[in-house]
């Protein structure tokens, strides 16, 4: 029942094993000279001032929605394209809702 499935699992724990052996070989082998400089975060050679992590406008955040919306939706666009069968009428279906999901996305995004 499972054995179709069985290389996939073989390759998982093959990669997981690889990852964790490399992991602990650099932790084992690796140097360890702790500075205080060392430690400090890298910002391009200045001394870091204020926080780490500024405040980001909701802004920014609405056009990564809206970028990932239209960006992975357009995907779907590809079935109006497709041979005639069948489903036609079914396909006719998704492909309204798929433009109409991209309209109210749109004007979601617009306001």
Same mark, same amino acid.
């Given at each position: ?9 073989? &390759? ?5 094993? $690889? ?5 602990? &070989? ?28 500024? @405040?980001?406008?909701?802004? /920014?955040?609405? $056009?990564? $929605?809206? %970028?990932?919306? /239209? !960006?992975?939706?357009?995907? %779907? ?8 069968? !069948?489903? $036609?009428?079914?396909? @006719?279906?998704?492909? %309204? ?15």
């Amino acid at each position: 029942m499972f054995l179709p499935y069985i290389p996939i699992a073989i &390759l998982l724990i093959l990669a997981t094993g $690889v990852a964790i052996l490399v992991i602990v &070989l650099g932790h084992l082998f690796g140097p360890r000279r702790p500075t205080e400089r060392k430690s400090l975060p890298y910002e391009s050679g200045m001394i870091p001032i204020g926080p780490a992590t500024p @405040r980001i406008p909701i802004r /920014f955040y609405l $056009v990564a $929605v809206l %970028f990932i919306l /239209f !960006d992975i939706e357009v995907i %779907f666009f590809f079935r109006a394209f497709e041979p005639p069968n !069948d489903t $036609v009428s079914y396909r @006719r279906h998704q492909n %309204f809702y798929s433009y109409l999901e991209h309209v109210v996305g749109y004007h979601q995004g617009s306001k």
